[in-house]
């Protein structure tokens, strides 16, 4: 018999499978950059950071007129927190924090008619405080706090409310905006509290824009003239909480529409 013979079956190449993949799969972007993309990064950060102002700034003879008008309008305006004397003041403003000062004052009319000095209130003792304040939120935090101040300013301070900042601000629940106040209501100092309302108007108006309280206070006190800022932060708060409302202001009676810069304001 012939001897048959059969041929090899050409082998197929087999491909590589990581090259397969490779070849399958969408190329994923260089981590390098290249030259132009480099330049144009910076670029595009600097157009989030840096929004135009077109807001003119106000000049110093406008703002002397919106304050000539603030004290034609009211020459003496009183805060609206009641006190009896600069610890009431101090007790007072500490309880506002996060409060109505209608709220605070319905509660320590009762309390200041018993205790009205630091040893009055230690001798009050903190439960029996809570009762009487109890109507204003955070209560129990707040109570701790007028205790643990009035002890405070008893060992530390002979029993008189401190004249400094830094002094009234080492007091338990006195922060920066309460050692304003209570620098300028009870002891005449030329300070500037920034509450909401005056964040606000500072803010929208143009007068002092601030990304915090401190900038505000801080832009306040520089452009404000020396003649108004012992009455300077009360026409502010009381414009804000009367005028300058937060969600629907009042633009047709404000004193100053003509000169405010907020460019929604309706007249």
Known sequence: MAKI???????KT????????????????????????KKSAPAKKSLKAIKPNSIKPWTPAEIH????????????????????NPFTLLVAVVLSAQATDAG?????????AVADTPQKMLDLGEERLRDYIKTIGLYRTKARNVIALSAKVLSDFGG????????IESL????????????????????????????RVGNRTALAPGKTPLEVELGLQKVIPAEF?????????????????????RCEVCLINDLCRWPEKTV
């Open 229 to 249: 800022m012992l009455h300077a932060h009360h026409w502010l708060i009381l414009h804000g909480r009367y005028t300058c409302l937060a969600r629907k202001p």
């Open 65 to 84: 007129e919106v304050f000539s008008r603030f004290r034609k309008a009211n020459p003496e305006p009183k805060g609206e927190l009641e006190h009896l």
């Open 160 to 167: 008189e409310v401190p004249r400094t900042r830094a002094e």
């Open 172 to 199: 338990p629940g006195a922060g920066r905006k309460t050692a304003n106040v209570v620098l300028n209501m009870a002891f005449g100092e030329h300070t500037m509290a920034v509450d909401t309302h005056v964040f």
């Open 104 to 112: 605070v004052n319905k509660a320590t009319r009762a309390l200041f």
């Open 14 to 37: 087999a491909v590589p499978k990581k090259k397969a993949k490779a070849a399958s799969a969408k190329p994923k972007p260089s981590a390098k950059k290249s030259p132009s993309a």
């Open 5 to 11: 013979t059969r041929k090899p079956a050409p082998r």
